[in-house]
């Protein structure tokens, strides 16, 4: 178990790896910012928008490793019923979790459009 647990972790970590290109370059003196320069709030916005979309990301990638450890516990279940059971209602509530969080992709994308910007 210690080494399904620690091969989990280490497929999370590398499938996270890319969410390291929403890092925004530094430019200008102080990351972007000069003198008497303020931050637009397109700027905000997109920022903001960078780390919802990396979060739900990352709880997605999380429901994706639960199922793929319910399937597991399934086919390992034998035939002890309530193992299956409970392997299978993971997969049901991870399966819901993924669905979540699909919507809620959907509606922040939604919201950010739809929000005129100044």
Do not use: W
């Amino acid at each position: 178990m210690p080494k399904l647990l620690f091969a989990c972790s280490l497929a999370a970590t590398l499938a996270a790896s890319p969410l390291a290109a929403y890092a925004l370059p530094a430019t200008g003196p102080i990351n972007g910012l000069s003198g008497g320069d303020h931050v637009g709030e397109s700027e905000v916005r997109n920022t903001v928008y960078k780390v919802i979309v990396a979060f739900l990301g990352i709880i997605g990638i999380i429901a994706v490793i639960v199922i793929i450890i319910a399937g597991t516990r399934l086919i390992l279940a034998g035939g002890n019923e309530e193992a299956a059971r409970a392997a299978r209602r993971q997969i049901i509530y991870a399966v819901i979790g993924l669905i979540v969080v699909l919507l809620s992709v959907v509606i922040v994308n939604f919201v950010i459009k739809a929000v005129p910007s100044n």
